[in-house]
């Protein structure tokens, strides 16, 4: 038995191409796509839905790259099962495993933490419709989603969650079709606050903005986890992966395009960083059917417990490669009980940084930023590079080293506007705020 989370010595599983469209399409589209109108607002129309489309082709590029090196070092007999492993191997560098590692578990945390806020953020929300002076904060909510986090996160792999997957795929349809329904009837309602897509008039408050929203943009389009979806494959991977990126993008065209457009439609430069919020604002009546919200809210929650389990693989797989003893079961006491702990530890520490800090939009700016800019934006074309060697001279080498520099800047500026928004909310609102930040 393999003490991780993935199973190293195996190496593969029976998967097919379309269980790594699942996992795919769990990994790319979840609720982050409820951020996509707060985006566009940093950036307008023109600009927001360019950018848009240039990250969709720029990251569908950079991850078939990716397969590509992985299949690449599959047919001369190095397999990898883990982002780190590839890029240590492929770039010939012993820090670079390090570098990923810890990366990875940045994008790791940060998203268990944006999940767990948004998936109470959504819980307050509905129970503020209905019991407006109740008694339980956002913090409870913040609990309970841990604990039911927690509860699950006991299956073991990716291969594992395949039905589960294709379940999430099925939601993010169902939730992205609800809310934009939503935000079309609320603009044509007479109770929407009057539309102003205008940008800030300090220029440089306008450039921190747009960069803030290139970083949320990343963040929504990154995953930093392809290798091990991947590695789900039966062997021969070779050509699966393609198959599965355009099925995950035949969602992520549909989902992205139509939320970001109809709520930025819908309430311009007044939208806030969960959509959700700006539909049931805290002042006047509701600007969609509390059944419809409902519905919405409940998908939302079934996919963000599948985004948890999908992401917390990777941070899972880190923490017990040291703890359990690959010569008992899975299920003995020995390995039970520092997998309870550990799991529950990790999730602990995430609900209570959520609950401290509950700056939704900003998180996921800081998480794109310094973690799957890197990941996903620089390192794929590196190792393409590196690893199949196309002529110095050649449109594909320029295009990938043109791309690497373009997105290290974009990153490092993105990371400083993402971190500046960060500590401006923080310096602003309280610890353990009741109210997401925007």
């Known amino acids: 038995m393999a003490p991780a989370a993935f199973d190293a010595e195996a190496g593969a599983t029976n ?6 469209g699942f996992h795919l399409t769990t990994a790319i589209v979840g609720p982050t796509v ?31 790259l990716m397969s590509r090196v992985l299949d690449h070092c599959e047919a001369r007999g190095r397999r990898h099962i883990r982002f780190r492993e590839l890029a240590a191997d492929v770039l010939g560098s ?4 390090y570098f990923v590692v810890t990366v990875q ?7 268990s933490i944006g999940a767990i806020l948004l998936a109470a953020d959504c819980l307050e929300i509905m129970y503020t419709s209905l019991a407006p002076h109740g008694p339980l904060k956002l ?7 841990a604990v039911v986090l927690a509860f699950l996160s006991q299956l073991p792999s990716f291969h594992s969650l395949r039905h589960i997957n294709f ?31 205008s940008l800030s008039s300090s220029k440089s408050e306008k450039t921190f903005d747009a960069f803030l929203s290139v970083s949320i943009l990343a963040s929504v389009f990154g995953n930093g986890i392809l290798p091990e979806i991947q590695a789900t494959l039966a062997p021969p991977a070779a050509g699966k992966m393609m198959k599965a990126l ?9 989902t992205f395009f139509l939320s970001s457009t109809t709520g930025y439609w819908a309430f311009g430069s007044r939208v806030q960083s969960n959509v959700l919020k700006s539909l049931m604002p805290d002042s006047g009546p509701a600007l969609a059917p509390t059944w419809l919200l409902g519905v919405a809210v409940l998908f939302v929650l079934l996919q963000l417990l599948a985004i948890g389990l999908v992401y917390s693989q990777v941070a899972y797989e880190i923490m017990e490669k040291g703890s359990a003893d690959a010569s008992q079961d899975r299920f003995s006491r020995r390995n039970l009980v520092p997998r309870l702990l550990l799991r529950t530890l990790y999730l602990a520490f ?11 939009g900003d998180i996921v700016g800081v998480v794109g930023a310094v973690g799957f800019v890197p990941l996903d934006f620089v390192l794929p074309v590196l190792m393409y590079n590196m690893a199949l060697a196309p002529p110095r001279r050649s449109p594909v080498f320029l295009a990938n080293t043109a791309v690497m520099v373009l997105f290290a800047g974009v990153g490092a500026i993105g990371a400083f506007a993402s971190i500046r928004k960060l500590a401006l909310d923080a310096g602003k609102f309280k610890l353990f705020s009741n109210n997401v930040v925007d």
């Not at 012993?94 to 495993?97: I, N, Q, R």
């Not at 609800?178 to 102003?196: E, F, M, Q, T, Y």
């Not at 355009?246 to 549909?254: I, N, R």
């Open 15 to 20: 998967g097919t191409w379309w269980h790594a």
């Open 34 to 64: 409820l951020t996509l109108p707060y985006a566009l607002r940093g950036m307008g129309w023109g600009l927001g839905l360019t950018l848009l489309s240039v990250m969709a082709a720029v990251t569908f590029y950079e991850y078939s």
């Open 94 to 97: 012993g820090w670079m495993f």
């Open 105 to 111: 578990t940045a994008i790791n945390t940060g998203v």
């Open 139 to 145: 913090y409870h909510f913040i609990i309970i989603v």
């Open 167 to 197: 379940v999430s795929l099925l939601l993010s349809l169902g939730y992205t079709i609800l809310v934009a329904a939503a935000c079309i009837r609320a603009g044509l309602s007479k109770n929407v606050p009057p539309k102003d897509y």
């Open 246 to 254: 355009v099925l995950c993008y035949s969602v992520v065209v549909f």
């Open 350 to 360: 995430c609900a209570f940084v959520a609950a401290m800090l509950p700056f939704f």
